[in-house]
């Protein structure tokens, strides 16, 4: 019994000490700022634009012959709930592409590119309060989305789709869900208006954003003569046809791509700023 009510007091002081520092820091941030505005339902619109990475099974380390650097933009919304989170929520697109003319594994001479849409819903943490309204506030996010793998290889002057030729024998998810971390730096330029750099790296439960994974398949289980030659381009390149069970990709490690934005946050507010305009812009004589 005396254990159970020593819990029950170290509960309540734990309690009463962790509200004590929330109302603390309520009071600060409004010292701080002057007028303290409740954060929940702040709300956000979101835009960046700038370049997006690849790494995958045909690229072996930073060539700089091929970066493989494709355009990435991004549009969105935050919704803040406390004073240093946000729910946060995009929807992006990207290009990246690959050529192993240019790696360690040239033999193979296998290349794509692929332009894919994404929607990602997630957290964002910001270094400080909302209302102490910081002039530089970096920030942490993670989230989880879906993206649409669409790789494609070009032969005899075209872009061919390659996820319905099932070039490793394998007939994939074309929606894998993608899990994103990264970190920014938000700067205030004006009452609304915030610029910024964002740098995340997006992580796909999937080895097939680049039509590559595994070994080489049986060319005589393939479904066509243009998903064999897409299977294996050695031959294009004077070699001798790759066998059976050799390595076509490496499936120890999916693959991911790499966003480096510049970013635009413009502040809507919650209903009560905005009826408070409203007043401001339509007054009653």
């Not at 990435?72 to 290009?95: M, P």
């Not at 290889?153 to 030729?165: C, Q, R």
Request: hydrophobic share 35%; net charge positive.
């Amino acid at each position: 019994m005396r254990s159970e009510l020593y819990l029950k007091y170290a509960v309540l002081n734990a309690l009463i000490l962790v509200f004590s520092f929330l109302t603390a820091q309520e009071a600060a941030a409004q010292n701080r700022s002057g007028k303290y505005i409740n954060p929940f339902g702040v709300m956000s619109v979101t835009a960046g634009v700038g370049v997006a990475y690849y790494m995958g099974d045909l690229s072996d380390g930073v060539n700089m012959k091929h970066l493989g650097l494709g355009p990435s933009i991004s549009v969105g919304g935050l919704y803040r709930l406390t004073e240093h989170v946000s729910a946060r929520g995009e929807l992006r697109f990207y290009k990246v592409s690959a050529d192993q003319k240019y790696s360690k594994n040239a033999q193979n001479n296998l290349s794509f590119k692929t332009f894919n849409p994404d929607i990602n819903l997630g957290i964002q943490a910001e270094l400080f309060s909302f209302n102490s309204q910081p002039r530089v506030n970096p920030y942490l996010f993670g989230g989880l989305g879906f993206t649409l793998l669409n790789p494609k290889a070009k032969i005899d002057g075209e872009w061919v789709n390659l996820a319905p030729l099932t070039t490793e024998g394998v007939k994939y998810k074309r929606l894998p869900l993608v899990f994103t971390a990264g970190i920014g730096v938000s700067i205030k330029t004006t009452e609304r208006l915030s610029l910024g750099l964002e740098l995340c790296n997006n992580f796909i439960n999937s080895d097939y954003l680049d039509d590559v994974s595994t070994v080489y398949p049986n060319p005589d289980h393939l479904p066509s003569d243009l998903a064999r030659r897409l299977s294996d381009r050695s031959p294009e390149i004077g070699l001798d046809p790759r066998q059976p069970g050799w390595n076509r990709g490496s499936a120890k490690n999916k693959d991911s791509y790499l966003f480096l934005q510049v970013r635009g946050t413009y502040s809507i507010g919650n209903r009560m700023q905005a009826k408070e305009r409203r007043k401001t812009r339509c007054p009653k004589f």
